[in-house]
């Protein structure tokens, strides 16, 4: 038995000329947004007193005049179909962790005449059938009903395809209770409680009312391999990684592929993405080669959270698709390759007040009192709630990269840099000192530190760090909505940002400095121990994490549980984020799509094992016992011990197989717990096999063939 299958995708990938299929063209500003219904769409296609309503309501938060939804729904469609479309949907965000969309067309007819049409309704709610999207036991099966609203903030695009094109609205998805079943819901919430405490906090430094913004830019991590593999490999079409595979000799170890030259057809694929998020108005700016091989990375320009989030669905989407017509698969997978680096998305947040960003070290001192303020109620936060943030990041494919071979680890610690280390230090011991680094800021109220003008020290490991003017959460895996950790983030600043108000608008202005040193002085000797400036990945910071005290949740089950403490729906009932029954039901989907994920792989493994290894492994013992049979009978002296040797190595790891196929086939009736550790024993020993069993009879395209050919 050989598979040419494997050889004919190499032969057919090396005649490729990495040249972009025809019609494609390089990506253009000029056409930066045309495919979204921007403000300058909304104000050329609605009449002017609409237009001034809907941006008031976009831009300052106001509530939407529902008498303007007409006028909003005739220009939509107008603008859409002007651009090809003749379709519009609701797109949503189920708790799946993709997006959703049932499309319906824009006809009316009268029986004898046919018209395009979209109403107000139309645009306001959708009631798609609900009940085949997991709701954790929140949405009786008697009323499936789900309601979709829209959200005005995120404007509407259009999707486009070969020979048409569908307009695009994005909403919120709620039972008909008004429970969220959705990510952009809880997200919307938090916004609104993160903006509310900071808002009170800006108060207590007399500064009058402004705009607060979230803001989120996340690094987008991904894979590409060649779909002609792709297609050989039932694990990675049906799981999203791959559950066998030997790690190649060369892998990442000569740290040739980070920042490396960006292979032709790569990048003519990039370029094609850039191009399509450019049309829909989402600013991607960064693109190169990421550690692994085959190994990439996505940096859009930070924005609005909401927006952000919504983006990010886009970009994976537009990544896979874009992938699928240059002959590639996108992974999105947070570890589709054992051995070598798995997939993160670092979320890069911060918060601005008008044109401020709060964590911007400011230049004068009443902005550095405000930037150490902000800095020590997020220290609270994280230390308080490091647990949350944990659980915010679990799933079956992130749990092969936090708290398992690969960094960041699973205990959440914050990096500070060694500059603002230092600034916290002084804060901690009520000593400020001239600061010993260049550049440093005067700061006129004595009694508080200098602050680092450039404090842009790197850190690679720690998974929450500062990075001189935002905070970059590393643990999200690659694969996850931006929403989900987001929420926590909002939420548990919120409360610190609240705590803290409460505590500075009780101090008279006379003393407000002094006082204000001293609680900060507190918050910091409290919560200092989250920091820590050194290496994640070093053993050691595990045991010294232990002796502080700082939770270590190496499993999604484990790290899940937090979200229905009662102190926690505490926290997210009183910042209306979250209510009981909503994060029960969370819960309960994230445990569920975790197991049935285990399940599902085990399965897979359990076919690709009986089905495609152990028939390449048996044909080539019989080949050998063949050959040994005939030496022997020709008396032959020599090679006969090898034959026999190699012969009897496969025929041992033949029983060996098969007595794992079957506990693995047990295993898929019990727990997760026991599926995932028959897959890791089937695993080695398949992996062992690979070593053995001719190359061309090898059913699974090979690591060194899927990470270095394409
Ligand atoms: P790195 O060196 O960590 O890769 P980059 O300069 O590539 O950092 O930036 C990472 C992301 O952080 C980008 O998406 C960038 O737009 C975003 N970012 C920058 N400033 C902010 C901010 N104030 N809020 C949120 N994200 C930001
Ligand atoms: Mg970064």
Request: net charge negative; with cysteine.
């Amino acid at each position: 038995m050989s598979n040419e299958k494997r050889y004919d995708a190499v032969k057919a990938i090396a005649e490729m000329k990495g040249t972009a299929p025809c019609g494609a063209l390089p990506a253009n500003i000029d056409d930066y947004g045309e495919d979204v219904f921007n403000f300058a769409a909304m104000q050329k296609w609605l009449p002017k007193a609409a237009f001034e309503k809907l941006k008031a309501t976009v831009e300052g938060g106001l509530p939407l005049d529902p008498a303007i939804a007409g006028d909003v729904a005739h220009a939509m469609k107008e603008w859409a179909i002007s651009r090809g479309a003749t379709s519009f949907t609701h797109w949503f965000q189920p708790l799946t962790g993709n997006t959703a969309e049932k499309h319906d067309s824009f006809l009316e007819t009268d029986g004898c005449h046919a018209i395009l049409s979209f109403s107000g309704k139309n645009l306001i709610v959708g009631e798609p059938d609900a009940s085949s999207f997991p709701s954790g036991g929140l949405r009786s099966t008697f009323e499936a009903r789900g309601y979709t609203a829209w959200d005005p903030t995120s404007p509407a695009f259009i999707k486009r395809h070969g020979n048409g094109a569908t307009l695009c609205i994005p909403t919120a998805f709620c039972s008909y209770t008004g429970e969220a079943l959705d990510r952009k819901t809880p997200l919307l919430r938090s916004i609104q409680a993160l903006g509310n405490a900071t808002k009170k906090l800006m108060r207590c430094f007399q500064l009058p009312d402004e705009k607060v913004t979230v803001t989120l830019g996340p690094e987008q991590e991904y894979f590409l391999i060649d779909k002609r593999f792709y297609l050989q490999r039932p694990d990675l079409l049906q799981t999203g990684r791959t559950l066998f595979g030997a790690p190649p000799a060369k892998h990442q170890q000569l740290e040739d592929h980070y920042f490396g030259t960006i292979k032709m057809r790569v990048l003519n694929f990039m370029n094609e993405v850039e191009r399509e998020l450019w049309k829909l108005g989402i600013p991607a700016k960064t693109r190169h080669n990421e550690v692994a091989p085959a190994q990439f990375e996505l940096a859009p320009i930070f924005e609005e959270l909401n927006l952000a989030c919504d983006h990010n669905m886009l970009v994976m989407e537009v990544l896979r698709q874009t992938a699928d017509r240059y002959g590639f698969v996108c992974l999105m997978h947070e570890k589709p390759f054992a051995g070598v680096n798995g997939s993160g998305k670092h979320n890069n947040w911060s918060v601005s007040y008008g044109k401020r960003n709060l964590l911007n070290p400011g230049n004068d001192p009443c902005q550095n009192a405000i930037f150490l303020t902000i800095l020590c109620a997020i220290i609270e936060a994280i230390d308080l709630h490091a647990d949350l943030l944990r659980s915010a990041v679990t799933g079956v494919g992130n749990d092969h990269r936090l708290g398992a071979n690969e960094a960041p680890p699973a205990v959440i610690s914050m990096y500070l840099g060694d500059q603002l280390s230092d600034v916290i230090d002084q804060l901690e011991k009520g000593e400020p000192k001239s600061n010993k680094h260049g550049g440093t800021l005067r700061i006129g109220v004595d009694t508080l530190p200098a602050l680092p003008q450039d404090a842009t020290d790197r850190n690679r490991t720690s998974p929450f760090a500062f990075t001189g003017n935002k905070f970059e959460f590393r643990a999200p895996g690659s694969s996850q909505p931006c929403s989900g950790p987001n929420v926590i983030l909002n939420t548990i600043v919120a409360d610190a940002f609240e705590r803290m108000a409460e505590t500075l608008a009780k101090f008279p202005e006379a003393e407000f400095h002094t006082l204000l040193q001293n609680h900060l002085q507190r918050i910091v000797k409290q919560h200092k121990r989250i920091i820590f400036n050194g290496d994640g990945y070093a053993p050691g910071w595990l045991e010294e994490a232990a002796r502080r005290g700082l939770p270590n949740f190496k499993t999604t089950m484990e790290a899940l549980k937090v979200l229905t403490t009662d102190e926690n729906i505490a926290l997210f009932e009183k910042y209306n984020v979250f209510r009981r029954r909503e994060l029960v039901s969370r819960y309960e989907v994230f445990m569920e799509d975790y197991h049935r994920k285990v399940k599902i792989e085990g399965e897979v493994a359990l076919e690709i094992a009986r089905c495609m290894i152990f028939p390449a492994v048996a044909a080539e013992y019989g080949k050998l016992v063949d050959a040994l049979g005939k030496a022997e009978s020709l008396k032959f002296s020599k090679g006969t011990e090898s034959l026999r040797h190699r012969a009897a190595l496969l025929g041992e790891a033949l029983d060996v197989l098969n007595r794992e196929s079957d506990a693995l086939s047990r295993a898929l009736n019990g727990e997760h717990e026991g599926i995932l550790l028959a897959l890791s024993r089937i695993r080695a020993t398949v992996d062992e096999l690979e070593k053995f069993v001719p190359d061309n009879s090898w059913p699974l395209p090979k690591y060194r063939e899927m990470l270095f050919i394409y």
